[in-house]
């Protein structure tokens, strides 16, 4: 089965200190992976995704992941965090029966402390 | 270019009473999803639609039903709401261009079934 696990519910972090967020997958094949972000009362806006090619990709906001397939990973990492960074963040995996279905984890939120 | 609406923002029923939730795409995307959030568990599919006139069941497609008259709109009803239902809705669309590309979410419904 196909499936996502974000293992932290909430990631707290210092303004400055670099930040991690946890991002595991369960798929056959090559998987297509997206980090999301949500903050409050808005929808979901999309950060960066894994296709292919470079382990490390970079998105919007300074953010990036890492893709480790032997770990079957894929987190998000920032050098240094923002108070404004503080959201609810969510992995998906791109749902092997196509038409751009996503399977998402829990999600985690992030607390960057001043 | 507004990208993905949602109508309405908030909406409180009583158990039984139906209505239905519009989403608009003005990005001439082929696909589009419903979704629900709950705390804790993420976002689940609820339906979806490759086309104009098609729809299929996602995860939990029970107590919804769905529409697509028109390439750019997505309807979402509930016939006979119970506070199971009770959720954030989010609408999202996705090119079929490349195969592989990102959701573009709406803005979210916020229902309270009383």
């Known amino acids: 089965a196909q499936s996502v696990a974000q293992p932290e519910d909430q990631v707290n972090v210092a303004e400055g200190n670099p930040l991690t967020v946890k991002c595991t997958y369960s798929v056959s094949g090559n998987p297509y992976l997206f980090w999301y972000v949500q903050y409050p009362n808005r929808g979901l806006q999309f950060l960066l995704k894994?296709?292919?090619?470079?382990?490390l990709v970079k998105g919007s906001y300074g953010f990036e992941a890492e893709f480790n397939k032997s770990q079957t990973s894929f987190h998000l990492k920032k050098p240094s965090a923002l108070v404004s960074d503080s959201a609810l963040y969510f992995c998906?995996?791109?749902?092997?029966?196509?038409?751009?279905?996503?399977?998402f984890g829990a999600g985690t939120r992030l607390a960057v402390h001043p | 270019n507004a990208g993905v609406t949602q109508t309405p923002k908030f909406r409180v029923l009583k158990t039984g009473q139906s209505m239905t939730l519009l989403c608009a795409q003005d990005?001439?995307?082929?696909?589009m999803y419903w979704y629900r959030q709950d705390p804790g568990m993420g976002l689940r599919l609820i339906h979806y639609?490759?086309?104009?006139?098609?729809?299929a069941k996602g995860e939990v497609p029970d107590g919804y039903n769905v529409s697509r008259l028109k390439k750019q709109n997505f309807l979402l009803g509930l016939e006979s709401a119970a506070p199971s239902q009770t959720s954030v809705y989010f609408c999202?669309?996705?090119?079929?261009?490349?195969?592989?590309?990102?959701?573009?979410f709406g803005p979210g419904t916020r229902l309270t079934v009383l």
């Open positions: 894994y296709i292919t090619g470079d382990n």
């Open positions: 998906a995996v791109r749902d092997r029966g196509g038409y751009n279905k996503l399977i």
């Open positions: 990005m001439n995307h082929e696909y």
């Open positions: 639609s490759v086309g104009e006139g098609t729809t």
């Open positions: 999202a669309s996705s090119s079929l261009a490349g195969g592989r590309g990102e959701q573009f």
